[in-house]
């Protein structure tokens, strides 16, 4: 699909990302007939009458789960893969094991689409025995220079605390960040949500071909991330645990075209918000991770107990948490990795106490924090594919 310029320009006037600066929710520009839901679509109380008027109408298991369905089958037409494309060989390029204090780092590029090429960094314990439980780590539009999406201290933290734990973890670019953006790929494209949701599935293929327990797949990703956490997991059942941070909200939509620019959450005679969509992880374990400065100020008392419910009706009320730190602004900062440590812990089969002293302080001594370069999978000794692509109106989907 070629877009033009204009096109382009205009969807992204539309659209507007959050991330860098929080403190303040901007509103979205409704557009009469628009299928898109972006930003702060609605108000807080918008979004609460929403879900009051919704859980009427889901008062059994059944009702639920057709509910869900619809939900399911509608992200998948609004981002285009209601029909997925040929999952051909991944094709993985490795680099050189990096080896540090319980853990090593392999930065690793596998292609999702023909000559599509998704880079990022695969962290594993040492001296790791059996079959190890694989988590994906997603990242928001944190785009200063020196803290970029996953290659911030407190992400590299995260990775290396997961595989010190016992974790297989896959850390990778969203479209247009790091080496993908130096190559030529844009994020802020008209389907950069379908491409990232695809190489998230892609990125599940990848950890079960490197022996990743199929059984204990798991996810945590902030703000953008945390969207990108909660769409994976309502469309690949093969994810078995979820920890979306920051993000989960009844009125909000997500700010970046990666999370709002095509009509997942909208159709004719069809709504839904990431509320419900995050509920299609029941009855699957899920924590939600909220904080007092951002849109998921609300959770305790409408986002959660309306999650809560929904896992109610399924028989599982105790799979899903919600840790809300009203102090904390909006990030996956100390706090907010104290709070999903434990649950991916009990969960996942990892051992808390490779990441948490006694006392529940972090214990990240140890964690080395690389250059974002050291942190590239293409470099003079692993160049880049000659059959490559390094824009996205290349990308040939079929």
Request: charged content about 20%; proline content about 6%; overall charge neutral.
């Amino acid at each position: 699909m070629k877009i033009t310029t204009n096109t382009l320009l205009i969807l992204c006037g539309l659209l507007f990302s959050f991330e860098t600066s929080v403190s303040q929710e901007k509103p979205s520009q409704k557009t009469s007939g628009s299928m898109l839901c972006v930003g702060a679509h609605w108000t807080p109380e918008e979004g609460k009458s929403f879900l009051n008027q919704m859980r009427q109408s889901y008062t059994t298991s059944a009702a639920w789960k057709n509910r869900a369905n619809q939900i399911r089958e509608h992200i998948l037409k609004g981002a285009g893969l209601e029909k997925y494309p040929e999952k051909g060989p991944l094709n993985p390029i490795f680099g050189e094991k990096r080896v540090f204090d319980g853990y090593q780092v392999q930065n690793v590029a596998f292609e999702s689409l023909p000559g599509v090429y998704v880079t990022g960094s695969l962290y594993t314990p040492t001296n790791a025995k059996g079959m190890l439980p694989g988590i994906l780590n997603t990242h928001g539009h944190w785009t200063k220079p020196g803290d970029v999406g996953r290659y911030r201290p407190d992400a590299q933290k995260r990775f290396a605390a997961l595989a010190r734990m016992g974790a297989m973890v896959w850390a990778y670019d969203a479209v247009g960040y790091g080496q993908m953006e130096e190559l030529g790929w844009v994020h802020k494209h008209p389907e950069a949500l379908k491409l990232q949701l695809w190489n998230s599935i892609r990125g599940v293929d990848f950890l079960l071909m490197m022996g990743a327990d199929p059984k204990r797949i798991g996810i945590t990703g902030a703000s953008g991330g945390g969207t990108q956490t909660f769409l994976l997991t309502a469309v690949d059942d093969r994810i078995a645990v979820s920890v979306p941070v920051v993000m989960v909200s009844a009125h909000f939509f997500g700010g970046c075209i990666c999370e709002s620019g095509m009509p997942i959450h909208k159709g004719p005679n069809f709504q839904t918000n990431n509320v419900e969509i995050a509920a299609l992880a029941a009855p699957r374990p899920m924590l939600l991770v909220s904080d007092g400065d951002d849109w998921t100020k609300y959770n305790p008392e409408v986002e959660y107990p309306h999650e809560k419910y929904i896992y109610n009706l399924l028989g599982k009320p105790n799979n899903v948490e919600n840790v809300h730190l009203p102090n904390d602004k909006h990030g996956y900062d100390e706090n907010k990795r104290i709070a999903a440590y434990p649950f991916l812990a009990k969960h996942l089969g990892l051992d808390l106490s490779k990441a948490l002293n006694a006392d529940g302080t972090l214990n990240e001594k140890m964690i080395v924090i690389e250059d974002q370069k050291a942190l590239y999978p293409f470099d003079d000794k692993h160049p880049f594919p000659v059959n490559g692509i390094r824009n996205n109106d290349d990308v040939v989907w079929k």
